[in-house]
């Protein structure tokens, strides 16, 4: 299986205009690290997956590469270090956090009520 960065679907099509992939480490990877072949059970998926985070933690283009996939979002394989689950959560935090500073700007715009 190819990594994310080589491979012909479309999101890879769309990455390739986009040079922050030509210094990344798994463009050299052949073992199939970076998405789940079909069926595969949870002991294996999670194995794999530490491999790819390892490859992922000597990337020079590491933060580039998870900005990416969160901006698409990419729905599978690991992509920055991180597994599509936990990219779901890191941007389910993000969308919190902005309704919190939303929110907060807006309470701050408000005139103060005193009560009384
Ligand atoms: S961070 Fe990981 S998935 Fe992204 S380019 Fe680097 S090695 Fe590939």
């Not at 997956?49 to 990337?59: D, G, H, M, S, T």
């Amino acid at each position: 299986m190819l990594h994310p960065i080589e491979s012909s679907t479309p999101r890879a099509a769309a990455v390739e205009d986009d040079p922050w992939h030509t210094g990344a480490a798994c463009r050299s990877d052949e073992a199939g690290l970076f998405f789940a072949p079909s069926k595969e059970p949870t002991a294996a998926r999670l194995a794999r997956e530490e491999q790819a985070k390892r490859v992922c933690a000597r990337c020079p283009v590491l933060l580039e590469c998870r900005e990416h996939a969160l901006a698409q979002p990419e729905p599978y394989g690991v992509w920055g270090g991180l597994t599509a689950a936990e990219r779901r959560v890191v941007l389910t935090r993000r969308r919190r956090r902005d309704l919190e500073l939303r929110d907060s700007r807006r309470l701050a715009a408000e005139p103060r009520r005193i009560a009384g």
